[in-house]
């Protein structure tokens, strides 16, 4: 028996599928693809019709060759160029602007990451179009349904614009298989637009854990931690024992327990793992929107009321300095 999962099945069968045109635009770091980026591949795949991906930057040729083994894509078209390297969008846009006029598509999907909420309002605004932002699902070809109000309001969307310009949530379209597809790979055009705006430096968290946004397993703590020592002491070795990410709740953040780069919620990181395992966090909404999707909640919590026991498939009452070692040891003798 055939199935397709809500977010994989595509839509169109019919003569209009053949009429959609989607052009996906990929991330690249350091000439490597950014595997999650191809969640606009997918929302592709979900609209039906053609879809071709767009990669810009130094080196890029190999990313485009690379992304084309993803399954579901046509073309592969890349700009070989150092100056959209970093992604900067006040050149990107008049760059990806070009090449959607040439290839005429009907829809431009990229991530809701930092480079897609920066780039794609840009492209909306050049080609004349409203951005719609964050979608987690595509009802027809002109009807999108996003999450509002930190994910307690979900809004259905149409639109009328000729070209639609639409940010798609990552952990809502996961991305196709990176092997099977034999796209074809193309040079696009380059307007060489000016940049006003020079790239200076960044300062990016290293780690050698899984990446937050795509783990399989997190494990996340908030204030109920109680200083940073003990966020380092617990969490950690707890995150080794499962081969997870590390996250935390705002709370843990702005205490200083957890780096900025780790915050899950609403204004951190949107996560939907198939483990998302927390410990002394209360289950505030702003922290439910960026996790609630996760497929298994396990909760640790020493006060049974805690709302956090409410979205939670797994919970445990009992105090975390005792319960999380205890795991931990568990978890590393099995
Ligand atoms: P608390 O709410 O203080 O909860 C701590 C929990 O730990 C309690 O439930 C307590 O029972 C438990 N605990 C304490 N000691 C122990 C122990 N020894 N053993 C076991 N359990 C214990 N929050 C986010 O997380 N992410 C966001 O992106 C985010 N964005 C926001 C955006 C806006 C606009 C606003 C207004 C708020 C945002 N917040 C966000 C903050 C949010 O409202 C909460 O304040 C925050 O999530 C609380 O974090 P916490 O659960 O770690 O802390």
Avoid at 109 to 128: E, W, Y
């Amino acid at each position: 028996q055939l199935q397709f999962s809500p977010s994989t099945a595509p839509l169109q069968h019919s003569a209009l599928a053949r009429l959609l045109s989607t052009l996906a635009v990929l991330e690249q770091k350091d000439g490597k693809l950014n595997v999650s980026s191809l969640a606009a591949v997918t929302a592709g795949v979900k609209l039906g019709g053609s879809i071709t991906a767009f990669v810009a930057g130094s080196g890029v040729k190999a990313v485009a060759e690379d992304a084309a083994k993803a399954k579901g894509i046509e073309k592969v078209i890349y700009v070989e160029n150092g100056a959209y390297e970093k992604g900067l969008p006040e050149n990107y846009a008049p760059l990806l602007v070009e090449n959607i006029k040439k290839g005429g598509y009907t829809h431009i999907f990229a991530g809701h990451s930092a480079f897609g909420k920066n780039l794609m309002p840009r492209v909306a605004a050049l080609l004349d179009s409203q951005q719609i932002s964050d979608i987690t699902e595509i009802e027809s070809e002109d009807t999108f349904v996003r999450p509002i109000y930190a994910g307690n309001a979900i809004m259905t969307v149409q639109s009328s614009d000729s070209t639609k310009i639409i940010t798609v949530r990552g952990t809502a379209f996961p991305a196709p298989e990176t092997e099977g597809g034999s796209a074809t790979v193309e040079e696009g055009v380059d307007p060489k637009a000016e940049c006003p705006t020079e790239w200076i430096a960044e300062d990016l968290a290293q780690s050698d854990r899984p990446d937050l946004s795509s783990a399989e397993k997190v494990v996340s703590g908030g204030r109920g931690l109680k200083s940073k020592e003990e966020f380092d002491r617990l969490m950690p070795p707890l995150a080794d024992a499962l081969g997870a990410a590390i996250g935390a709740s705002r709370a843990a953040v702005d205490s200083g327990f957890a780096d900025n780069s780790l915050q899950v919620g609403q204004t951190g990181k949107n996560v939907a793992p198939q483990l998302y395992l927390c410990a002394g966090i209360s289950g505030a909404i702003q922290h439910l929107a960026g996790m609630k999707d996760s497929k298994v909640i396990a909760a640790i919590n020493k006060d049974p009321e805690a709302p956090i026991f409410q979205v939670a498939d797994v919970g445990l009452v009992g105090d975390l300095f005792e319960k999380v070692p205890e795991l931990t040891q568990k978890l590393k003798s099995q």
